[in-house]
């Protein structure tokens, strides 16, 4: 009977937390037009969780390309199809790499960023300051913080894959020595931007949901203590990288299953 009590417990708490999670995901989509309105709020959200990003999104998207570049050589050179080593570059960026090891790196650096600093503001009283004060926090901090994570997402998978893309060049072409014109034409001519770019964005999108929307209800959750904010930040990076990884696997059977 304690097994199926604890079973039973489990998944009430399961649903519970379900529920209240799409209760703050409306309550958030509710109040993201008026926002819009004032926009100098996002646009500062922005520049913390997108600008403050691009360095690591670099140097993480040029070494990603320099990997690329050599194990798509090597693979490609036993079929004696080096010249398509952009091809498979571009692809690799586009269609994958380039918005799952952003959104993962997305929720280590500006996930914790904003986990932190709501969990703060709650520990703080400042949150409660702001109702009693008749401000609605949810308007104020949540919905800017949101729709920042949204808009810089996409942003910063473009600049992952671009960067990478020069990343395979310099390995492939500069330093390897494959045909410079053979790596720019297989590429143009292999990448459909409808389908693998498109796509590539639709997914960006879908993570830059998804990891902002936890970043945020895990920090407007947390305890209002260090050790609460503390876990509440390990908790952000753990749950928002396994959802992307399974929101990754859920997009690509759906979006290429036909190819």
Request: glycine letters at 12%.
């Amino acid at each position: 009977m304690n097994a199926i009590a604890s079973v039973g417990a489990g998944t009430l708490a399961a649903i519970r937390n379900f529920g209240n999670g799409a209760r703050f995901f409306i309550a958030i989509v509710a109040r993201s037009l008026p926002a819009l309105l004032r926009f100098r709020l996002i646009r500062d959200q922005i520049h913390f969780v997108g600008n403050y990003s691009v360095v690591i999104i670099s140097v993480s998207g040029l070494f990603v390309g320099f990997v690329l570049g050599l194990q798509g050589y090597y693979t490609l050179q036993r079929y004696g199809s080096e010249q398509a080593l952009g091809l498979l570059v571009a692809l690799s960026l586009v269609r994958e790499l380039g918005p799952v090891v952003t959104a993962l790196l997305f929720a280590g650096r500006a996930g914790t960023s904003l986990t932190a600093e709501i969990g703060l503001m709650k520990a703080g009283e400042q949150l409660s300051a702001m109702e009693m004060m008749a401000v609605d926090p949810v308007s104020r901090v949540i919905v800017p913080r949101f729709l920042a994570g949204v808009i810089a997402m996409p942003v910063l998978a473009a600049l992952f894959s671009a960067v990478g893309v020069i990343g395979g060049y310099i390995v492939g072409v500069q330093l390897i020595g494959v045909d410079e014109g053979a790596f720019w034409a297989q590429m143009q001519g292999g990448v459909d931007v409808w389908r693998d770019v498109g796509n590539g964005v639709i997914k960006s999108f879908v993570f830059g949901i998804a990891v902002t929307f936890i970043a945020l209800r895990t920090g407007f959750e947390a305890s209002p203590t260090p050790e609460g904010v503390s876990r509440a930040t390990t908790k952000t990076v753990v749950v928002a990288s396994l959802t992307v990884l399974a929101l990754d696997f859920i997009l690509t059977a759906l979006m290429f299953s036909g190819s």
